[in-house]
Each structure stands twice: as C-alpha cells, then as structure tokens.
T-cell receptor, first 113, second 113 residues
Framework: EAQVTQNPRYLITVTGKKLTVTCSQNMNHEYMSWYRQDPGLGLRQIYYSMNVEVTDKGDVPEGYKVSRKEKRNFPLILESPSPNQTSLYFC????????????FGNGTRLTVT | QKEVEQDPGPLSVPEGAIVSLNCTYSNSAFQYFMWYRQYSRKGPELLMYTYSSGNKEDGRFTAQVDKSSKYISLFIRDSQPSDSATYLCACTPFGAAGNKLTFGGGTRVLVKP
C-alpha cells in the first residue's frame, strides 16, 4: 500500500530533550515536506526537500532540523524542544509538479512540557 | 494578514443539503488551487485541484475559482454524514516558486443525519 508513515503517533517530552520524528514514504517521491498544524493557524510548512541532500526552509523553520540522506526518509529533528513546539506534525510527499497531490502521513501529536 | 483566509466554522448542515465552502487569498501569483479533506486524527487528502479560473466538477463536488476577486469555492451536493470533516483550501504559484502550498486554516463541516 502506498503510504507515508510517521512515528511516533504521540509523543510527550520535556523542554530541552532532543527528539526525532521519523517519516518514510514508499512511493519513490522526490519531494517531501514537514508541516505543523495549530488551531486557527492551519498547516504551516517547516522544511521541505526536493530530493536527496536538497533541503530548504519553509515558513516556520526555527527550532527544527531535517536531513534527506535517502529518498524515502525525511526525519524531523528538534534539538532542544520548547513548549511552543507543542503541535500536530505532518509529513507529506509528492512527485512532479506542485499541483499534484501531497500525500500526508497520519500525524504526530507532540507535547512539550 | 494570512495569504489564504478561511472561515473556521463549524458549518452544520442536514444530510442532503448543499455544503458551500470558500476561501479568499491575497497573492496574485497563485495559479493552482486545491481542496483537501481531513478527517479527525488523519492527515489531509486531496479532493480536487483547479488551474487558474473556472469550474471543475467531480461527482458531488464542484470547485470554483474566480481569480479576479481572489475567491475560491467548494460545493458539496447531497451531503452525507461521511462528509463531516475539516476542509482545507490550498494555493500555489506555478513553477519553481510553486514548491510550497499555502493552506487556509480549514473549515469544519458537520453533516447531521
């Protein structure tokens, strides 16, 4: 089944404790992206990657890191999480042009206390 | 001001009614317009996309774009309880700059049996 898989689904952590949210897609998509979703603010892009070893900032990149060493994986790293990073995070992938469907994972709900 | 604005709702309608959703946007460079549907605890999934101005129909769903007024709409005919979800509009320019989708905040729709 074609899918984007995020892990974990739920994560509670404390301020300053480094964490990684994994994202993997099995559709051979070139483009991958991370979004955060907050009430009233909608989906905001954190980082995106056009292909292996190519990453770029989205609208809200502060406090996050990403890497794209393999085509299928695009982990999101929070080196020193803070409470304002409490959010629902989505990984997405697509191929080709920007109007083609973004395939989303089922989300990771992160709480930072 | 956000680039894409959407009434958060909730919009409550009886089963069988027409659901009317809309977004306004401010960026004249936007050329592609999309509607995503998001069920609770799931990632968004693409419903429809349109290019430039005009209408597009797919089953019970009709998307309209009026670039002159920067207004996009989605109509759902013969609404069903299974249509209860959050609907997100998204816009993107054409070309290299179109690597990013800009989302509205989403409208929550409740279709009551």
């Amino acid at each position: 089944e074609a899918q984007v898989t995020q892990n974990p689904r739920y994560l509670i952590t404390v301020t300053g404790k480094k964490l990684t949210v994994t994202c993997s897609q099995n559709m051979n998509h070139e483009y991958m992206s991370w979004y955060r979703q907050d009430p009233g603010l909608g989906l905001r892009q954190i980082y995106y990657s056009m292909n292996v070893e190519v990453t770029d900032k989205g609208d809200v990149p502060e406090g996050y890191k990403v890497s794209r060493k393999e085509k299928r994986n695009f982990p999101l790293i929070l080196e020193s999480p803070s409470p304002n990073q409490t959010s629902l995070y989505f990984c997405a992938s697509r191929t080709g042009q920007s109007y083609l469907p973004l395939h989303f994972g089922n989300g990771t709900r992160l709480t930072v206390t | 001001q956000k680039e894409v604005e959407q009434d958060p709702g909730p919009l409550s309608v009886p089963e069988g009614a027409i659901v009317s959703l809309n977004c306004t946007y401010s960026n004249s460079a936007f050329q592609y317009f999309m509607w995503y549907r998001q069920y609770s605890r799931k990632g968004p999934e693409l419903l429809m996309y349109t290019y430039s101005s005009g209408n597009k129909e797919d089953g019970r769903f009709t998307a309209q774009v009026d670039k002159s007024s920067k207004y996009i709409s989605l109509f759902i005919r013969d609404s069903q309880p299974s249509d209860s979800a959050t609907y997100l509009c998204a816009c993107t320019p054409f070309g290299a700059a179109g690597n990013k989708l800009t989302f509205g905040g989403g409208t929550r729709v409740l279709v009551k049996p």
